[in-house]
């Protein structure tokens, strides 16, 4: 495999973190050794490596350096740490998503080079509070950031430079017209989000948008933003 994912932990988070991958349709492979997890993956019919994350030759067995990403997903704050540190160290630009019991676990696992951390008890906990306080807006939130929710949908594209559109606004590329999606958010390069980017905004080389739209309004802007060569293929 080639710019895949990879699941190392197929429990009750791993499971359904293959279920979100299975319906966007990307690439990806199974790392455990339980037998519970093997008996998942089979019923599942997903990709699996017997194995232990937290052994380097297991982990690189899933194609670790060829990765784009990899979800450390165990039960076990130590063995995502582990598994955090030896990705980190084997593919220095995978995009790694661990999961933690608690604050001090997530801010060892930041420091380990993980570039996101869920702590599952605290993002329910919040979603929780949310549905009673503002149960609209989290119902709306559910929906579209749902891989079995409305055709409305989410998505991160970003400007480079082969496509050629670095440098230009909002209003020039005629973005809405054109594809139908609407830019929501800007992440600059510096980190920090437009989060009300009005049509005077510029697009630079490096910026990430966030766009929603239905799948193929998100097409249509993909392809405004491919690389001229692939473009003029």
Do not use: W
């Amino acid at each position: 495999m080639r710019d895949h994912y990879i699941i190392c932990g197929f429990g009750r988070v791993g499971r359904r973190v293959a279920e979100e991958f299975r319906h966007e349709g990307a690439q990806f492979v199974v790392l455990d050794f339980s037998a519970d997890a093997m008996e998942a993956a089979r019923e599942a019919d997903v990709i699996f490596i017997e194995g232990n994350g937290t052994d380097d030759e297991d982990l690189r067995s899933t194609g670790l350096e060829r990765a784009r990403g990899l979800i450390a997903a165990s039960d076990d704050d130590a063995d995502n740490l582990y598994i955090t540190l030896s990705a980190r160290a084997a593919n220095p630009e995978l995009l790694i998503v661990a999961r933690a019991s608690n604050e001090d676990a997530s801010r060892k696992l930041h420091l380990a080079g993980a570039d996101r951390v869920v702590q599952p008890y605290q993002a329910a906990g919040r979603v929780m509070a949310s549905l009673m306080l503002r149960p609209q807006v989290t119902a709306f939130v559910d929906v579209v950031t749902s891989s079995t929710g409305s055709d409305l949908r989410f998505e991160e594209i970003e400007v480079t430079r082969a496509c050629g559109q670095g440098g230009k606004t909002i209003r020039e590329l005629d973005i809405r017209k054109e594809t139908g999606a609407l830019i929501v958010a800007l992440r600059k390069r510096d980190g920090t989000f437009d989060a009300t980017p009005t049509p005077e905004a510029v697009l630079d080389v490096g910026d990430v948008l966030i766009a929603a739209g239905t799948e193929q309004e998100l097409r249509m802007l993909e392809g405004v933003f491919a690389p001229r060569e692939a473009v003029a293929g």
